[in-house]
């Protein structure tokens, strides 16, 4: 079966019920790799049982000076998480904000899945409280 053919799917985190049938919902296509997207950089390093390598160190990142070098710097854990941990993702672009403001990161990844014909974007927020 080719890449482009796939239908990804994963669990939702929700934990819905599926109406029909009662099953645990699931997430296909984009929205998985969303959401997965979304999992791996929000788990930090030797968080997860048994696999101490997976996730990112942007949890440690919070607490220096929110400057364009701490910027660069969760762009780059960004981009090696997704590279190591999503192989269903093609990055296209990464961008990191900080919002002073509100104390906290703004960071989008712009990306392409084999099996979708759009280009998909997620934004997710990092602060400190979590």
Known sequence: MSIAN???KDLSFSMFANPMNGDIGKKTGAAAVKGALVSILKTNFNERL?????GTG?????????NPITEQ???KEVESAVA???????????SVEGQE???????SVVFNVASEAETQKITTYFDVLG
């Open 58 to 66: 942007i949890r440690g990142l919070l607490f220096e000076q929110m």
């Open 73 to 75: 710097r969760i762009k």
């Open 50 to 54: 048994f696999a101490p390598e997976f």
């Open 101 to 107: 403001e509100q104390n906290r990161y703004e960071v």
């Open 6 to 8: 796939r239908t990804y």
């Open 84 to 94: 190591r941990h999503e192989p269903r993702a093609e990055v296209l672009g990464i």
